[in-house]
């Protein structure tokens, strides 16, 4: 029990989050000296320079990076997931997972898609988002079977969920997600899975999209500004005892990860509740699911709680998809 002690006090100095990264940490969240302006040339060379890796960097434009403008869809813009921060759990939005996350996000190997239909007025809309894929001719699509079955893994289980949300203004809020988002965050060589993230009941909190509906927040120097969006999901104990992570140096199950384990050689169910860092705090029963407030205990962590509540921000640029 020594040891595991030990191994939680090191992989401590991995769940500080990120203050500088480019993953959005809060400290870097505001509008910097570059997050201002618009498709003049200083905007278009600082996007150049920090997106180099991006696949055609020419054809990166103005102030959030955007490859299409959806400033004729109005009703119908299209987007691409460019930045998250992940506040909580802490366990989630380390420095080694988000890295990860910006990375494949930068280089537009993790394309999470969002689709809003209907927004021609104030009211309801229609939400289409999950995993795409980036084609050839710079445009994208949505994942239609393409994860792998290894293990007898469900090749449908990347493809893209349907939801219903509300606009008011140029902001877009949803209900929660009936269905579960899997979204793979992937290695350099755009094949290899390093990370599953579960995710249930899917809520876009805010959306707030800039004047012309191309922006959710601005790029940054090194990173995006995700103080325009907000999500809120979770991860059951049961789908993350399923997951693995692969991220050098860590090599582990999901729920060694989010219960701040990841370096331990005992498996979360062998360990109990008690000594884990960061103990399940929310309760997803018949697709529907609540966390623990500070008035309000839905669950009690050590005993009946299956899932963790995950909540972050996030910034989009405006695409084409198919």
């Not at 100095?13 to 910097?32: K, Q």
């Not at 994860?147 to 949300?165: E, K, L, S, Y």
């Not at 999901?254 to 008690?274: F, I, K, Q, W, Y």
Request: net charge negative; with cysteine; aromatic share 6%.
């Amino acid at each position: 029990m020594r040891r595991l002690v030990w191994l939680h006090l090191a992989l401590a100095a991995l769940l500080v989050p990120g203050c500088g990264d480019s993953s959005g940490g809060p400290m870097d969240s505001g509008m910097g000296d570059d997050g201002g302006g618009g498709d003049d040339a200083s905007t278009t060379d600082f996007c150049d320079s920090v997106r180099e890796d991006a696949p055609d960097p020419d054809g990166l434009m103005g102030e959030c990076c955007y490859r299409a403008s959806n400033a004729d869809r109005l009703a119908n813009p299209e987007f691409r997931i460019s930045g998250v921060n992940i506040e909580s759990p802490a366990s989630l939005g380390n420095m080694l997972v988000g890295q990860a996350l910006a990375d494949s996000l930068d280089q537009e190997l993790f394309n999470w898609l969002l689709l809003i239909e209907g927004a021609d007025a104030d009211g309801p809309v229609d939400i289409t988002t999950g995993l795409g894929f980036r084609n050839a001719d710079s445009t994208y699509r949505f994942a239609d079977g393409d994860a792998p079955t290894d293990g007898g893994g469900d090749p449908n289980r990347w493809d893209p969920v349907m939801d219903t949300g509300t606009l008011e203004g140029e902001n877009i809020t949803t209900t929660p997600a009936s269905e579960t988002i899997v979204l793979p965050v992937f290695d350099e060589d755009g094949e290899t899975v390093q990370l599953e993230l579960p995710l249930q009941s899917l809520e876009l909190e805010m959306a707030n999209m800039s004047v012309d509906r191309t922006c959710i927040g601005l790029r940054e120097r090194r990173s995006y500004d995700t103080s325009q969006g907000r999500v809120r999901t979770f991860i059951t104990v049961e789908d993350a005892k399923m997951g693995q992570i692969d991220i050098p140096p860590i090599s582990n199950s999901l729920c060694n990860l989010v219960a701040g384990m990841a370096t331990s050689e005992m498996a979360c169910d062998d360990v109990p509740r008690s000594e884990w860092m960061f103990p399940p705090d929310a309760l997803c029963e018949s697709g529907s699911c609540s966390a623990n407030t500070a008035d309000s205990e839905v669950c009690d962590p050590l005993s009946d709680c299956n899932a963790w509540l995950v909540v972050g921000g996030f910034s989009a640029q405006g695409v084409e998809i198919e």
